[in-house]
């Protein structure tokens, strides 16, 4: 298992856009992934689970993955994260 | 022989093409859906989901390819949404309770976008929409209903309502002709077909007789007997040929007016401009050979929704069409709403007599969270061209006094925003009460133009229900009693020295448009096909002769002699 922390840096937090390259960029993986955040952990995979918990800027998620690729998974999508999505 | 199927014409001309279903609103399909066993039906929801995916990423492909990557990025959510692994589950939950793929589809959908609507934040609440879109798209998948998809054939569209956004959504030239199951004139879809001249049958629920058409049914449509031919035989494909050609020889022949003025042979000008619904009718209007916009009815901004739409809203739909309008100018009649077209956020009680209601700029002058937005964003739309303010319904000079002094508050908060406007759009009044007919000369000291309204003018003047098939023998526009008060309307601005147009039915009518010109109107708008046929006819008529005309005809004392003498003579 590995996990990461990261914060939603990006002005319109994760909705449509880059809640679907989040969910892209973790189907690219084996392991299963899970994001967790306002007390809540759901599937990274699912785009409605992502989005149902409105994640804003400033939000804290932490990302944990469990599988054979597991820490590439978690780099790839902090990175996205810390990248705010190729906005702004 | 091929199956005749009758509805109600409301936009003539002949149409041949492939019927493409094109329903958006889907009850009248959920009704009438017939579901299997629930296997079944979770089987048919799981291939409606691929099916769908598969659809929207030919599409994402299409739009990156056109670099349309904002769009493509939205289309690909969508595309998860559908293929969520927690959507099938809901879904599959949903077919145990209501056994019945689509309303299933339909139930998960909506329960998640009430879900997000419940969110703090203003975006993800607004997601909602987006789910209820990926919901219609997968119930419409298994009920057969086709996504218009733009081919290069020309399809006739069909479908017991079709939302406006699809007509409007479609390039003119795609669409052949429109078959609508309700049976309404008014229908949203309908008067953008008007606009567009898109041959228009309706009142196909009537017997269910649209069920009989199918999609990918060769038809011809003929919008003025109101008959459809489904799958007709090459003879009766030969009969229609005909017709057809003679229409295209006159749509030819009015083309090549388009970028002709109006002006007679002794060179008087008359503006010819377009009535149009929505700022998306303006490219067609001006493809007709339209001079800007007379008449921009901005109720539909109001309709089909819950709310009242905000300043943004309203500032982007005037701007457009503002812009669009290039040089030349565009009226907007702000709200023109009453009992007879009711809003959910209006609550305006039902009435015994709507059209002598509480309506137009009566709701205006007391609804100020109304009014301001719109004056607010017609304003700052004169930034982008020509606009103008257009009141509807006034009956004295204090209701417009009122309205300027609002118009001025308007501004002022606008400065406060520090959001720029155009301080000199002009401001007018449509004629269309006997009260302010008679008033003109009073009026024309405080507006800037006149515009005769004379649908209502007509019904006002010769206390005439339009609607109403008994007494439509009365309803006529050359009443004596209605020319009089036109000829006045049109004396009153010549002598102030502002404008007087005409945006009412009359303007269309090319005999009108000569008895018009010699009053000396100005202008004359007008739904943009009738623009060619009545630049004709002014083409045709000198001002001297349209003048003996003119003095002869305000010798007649009944309408009908009127129109038949015009007849005769023009």
């Keep these: 298992m590995t996990q990461e922390v990261v914060t939603i840096e990006n002005k319109t937090g994760i909705h449509a856009r880059p809640a679907s390259i989040f969910v892209q960029t973790a189907t690219k993986f084996k ?7 306002k007390g809540k952990t759901v599937d990274a995979k699912s785009i409605l689970m992502i989005m149902s918990l409105g994640l804003v800027k400033g939000t804290e998620i932490t990302i944990l993955a469990d599988g054979p690729d597991e820490a590439d998974a ?15 | ?25 889907l009850d009248g399909y959920l009704v009438h859906y017939k579901a299997g066993s629930k296997e079944e039906e979770k089987e048919k929801a799981r291939a409606a989901l691929t099916a769908v995916a598969e659809n929207l990423r030919t599409s994402i492909e299409r739009l990156k390819k056109q670099g349309m990557v904002e769009q493509a990025a939205i289309m690909e959510a969508h595309r998860m949404m559908v293929q969520d692994p927690m959507m099938e589950e809901n879904i599959m939950a949903k077919i145990e309770e209501t056994a019945s793929a689509p309303h299933a589809v339909l139930k998960a959908a909506e329960a998640q976008a009430v879900l997000f609507e419940q969110m703090a934040d203003e975006y993800f609440a607004a997601r909602a929409v987006d ?56 229908a949203h879809a309908v008067i953008i077909a008007k606009a567009r001249a898109i041959p228009t049958i309706v009142g196909l629920n009537k017997e269910d007789r649209i069920d009989k058409i199918k999609d990918g049914d060769h038809v011809i449509l003929d919008g003025e007997r109101g008959e459809i031919l489904v799958n007709p035989s090459a003879e009766e494909r030969a009969r229609y040929d005909e017709r057809i050609r003679k229409q295209q020889e006159l749509a030819a022949h009015y083309a090549a007016l388009k970028d002709l003025p109006a002006v007679t042979p002794d060179g008087i000008k008359i503006d010819l401009m377009a009535n149009i619904g929505s700022h998306m009718d303006v490219d067609n209007a001006l493809s007709y050979g339209a001079e800007g916009v007379g008449l921009f009815r901005s109720e539909f901004v109001f309709m089909g929704r819950q709310d009242i739409p905000n300043e943004e809203d309203q500032f982007k739909a005037y701007k457009e069409a503002v812009e669009k309008c290039g040089g030349h100018l565009c009226v907007i009649r702000t709200m023109d709403i009453g009992g007879d077209k009711p809003l959910p956020y209006l609550n305006i009680p039902k009435e015994e007599n709507p059209f002598l209601g509480y309506r137009a700029v009566r709701i205006s002058l007391e609804r100020h969270d109304l009014f301001l937005p719109q004056l607010k964003a017609i304003l700052r739309a004169g930034v982008y061209g020509k606009a103008a303010i257009m009141i509807p319904m006034i009956i004295n000079v204090a209701e417009f006094k009122k309205v300027k002094e609002l118009i001025e508050e308007a501004k002022l908060e606008l400065a406060h925003e520090g959001k720029s406007y155009a301080d000199n759009v002009q401001v007018g009044i449509m004629v269309e009460t006997p009260a302010a007919a008679i008033m003109t000369p009073v009026f024309a000291k405080y507006v800037d133009f006149f515009s005769i309204g004379t649908n209502d003018l007509v019904q006002y003047t010769l206390a005439c229900d339009r609607g109403n098939a008994s007494i439509s023998h009365l309803y006529n526009h050359f009443n004596p009693a209605v020319l009089r008060l036109i000829r006045r309307t049109i004396t009153s601005a010549r002598e102030a020295g502002i404008w007087a147009g005409m945006c009412g039915e009359m303007a269309s009518d090319p005999n009108a448009a000569v008895l018009l010109m010699a009053m000396g109107i100005h ?3 007008m739904s943009a096909p009738s623009i060619p046929r009545v630049k004709e006819k002014l083409r045709a008529v000198s001002s001297i002769q349209a003048k003996e005309v003119l003095s002869d005809v305000m010798k007649m004392e009944d309408a009908d002699e009127i129109k038949a003498y015009l007849q005769k003579v023009l």
């Design chain 1, 31 to 37: 392991s299963k992934i899970q994001l967790k955040a």
């Design chain 2, 131 to 186: 789910l209820r879109d990926v919901g219609k798209r997968v119930a419409k998948f298994i009920l057969g209903v086709k996504e218009p998809e733009i081919g290069d054939e020309k399809v006739i569209l069909c479908g017991r309502e079709i939302e406006p956004s699809v007509i409007a959504g479609m390039p003119t030239e795609n669409i052949a002709g429109v078959l609508l199951g309700s049976g309404s004139t008014t």
């Design chain 2, 523 to 525: 202008e004359l708008s």
């Design chain 2, 1 to 25: 022989m091929a199956e005749v199927i009758r509805g109600k014409g409301v936009i003539s001309g002949i149409a041949v093409g492939k019927i493409m279903l094109a329903g958006q609103n």
């Design chain 1, 74 to 88: 978690v780099k790839a999508l902090k990175d996205l994260v810390d990248s705010k999505f190729g906005e702004e």
